[in-house]
T-cell receptor
Framework: GIQVEQSPPDLILQEGANSTLRCNFSDSVNNLQWFHQNPWGQLINLFYIPSGTKQNGRLSATTVATERYSLLYISSSQTTDSGVYFCAVDNFGNEKLTFGTGTRLTIIP | DGGITQSPKYLFRKEGQNVTLSCEQNLNHDAMYWYRQDPGQGLRLIYYSQIVNDFQKGDIAEGYSVSREKKESFPLTVTSAQKNPTAFYLC???????????FGPGTRLLVL
């Protein structure tokens, strides 16, 4: 099956800093999503982005489908951005997602 | 409120016992999913259902069973055959053809 790798595994930043999270995938995809899991375990969808660029406030994402990677940018980090960020893909069009192992982001006040 | 509810929040299982995790949604979503998350890991798909009375195995279905008798409900049973059930279990749902899945708050299962 498709492989999804995320980097870095852990990231510790001072409040106000910017960060870039990366997701590499091993095959072409028809669905790519970024999720944030808060410290209590709740997953929230951030972006649906199989290709192109999207922005939502301080967050933006870019997927270069031909090179099989996606980037999540977080600007002016806040402590509420802490948690684990997951990339998930679907490459069969059967609406099953394969998740990466995540990037744990810790924002220090 | 519309959303996905999971109960209980914490569940304790004794050796040899079957336990059932509840997942209910009032979003009128067609598809429902069960995932398992181990510490420091991503989510792995256990079972999914795209319509009532039909479901398919995911990547780690052994030791688990499900039913989908109603559109809004997709309970997961962790059987005694699952030798390492301690994990965080997440349920999700999605409208057929929509872009994203929506997740419930999760159930933490611990073995006594």
């Amino acid at each position: 099956g498709i492989q999804v790798e995320q980097s870095p595994p852990d990231l510790i930043l001072q409040e106000g800093a910017n960060s870039t999270l990366r997701c590499n995938f091993s095959d072409s995809v028809n669905n790519l999503q970024w999720f944030h899991q808060n410290p209590w375990g709740q997953l929230i969808n951030l972006f649906y982005i199989p290709s192109g660029t999207k922005q939502n406030g301080r967050l933006s994402a870019t997927t270069v489908a031909t090179e099989r990677y996606s980037l999540l940018y977080i600007s002016s980090s806040q402590t509420t951005d802490s948690g684990v960020y997951f990339c998930a893909v679907d490459n069969f069009g059967n609406e099953k997602l394969t998740f990466g192992t995540g990037t744990r982001l810790t924002i220090i006040p | 409120d519309g959303g996905i509810t999971q109960s209980p929040k914490y569940l304790f299982r004794k050796e040899g016992q079957n336990v059932t995790l509840s997942c209910e949604q009032n979003l009128n979503h067609d598809a429902m999913y069960w995932y398992r998350q181990d510490p420091g890991q991503g989510l792995r798909l256990i079972y999914y259902s795209q319509i009532v009375n039909d479901f398919q195995k995911g990547d780690i279905a052994e030791g688990y069973s499900v039913s989908r008798e109603k559109k809004e409900s997709f309970p997961l049973t962790v059987t005694s055959a699952q030798k390492n059930p301690t994990a965080f279990y997440l349920c999700a749902s999605k409208l057929q053809g929509a872009e994203t899945q929506y997740f419930g708050p999760g159930t933490r299962l611990l073995v006594l």
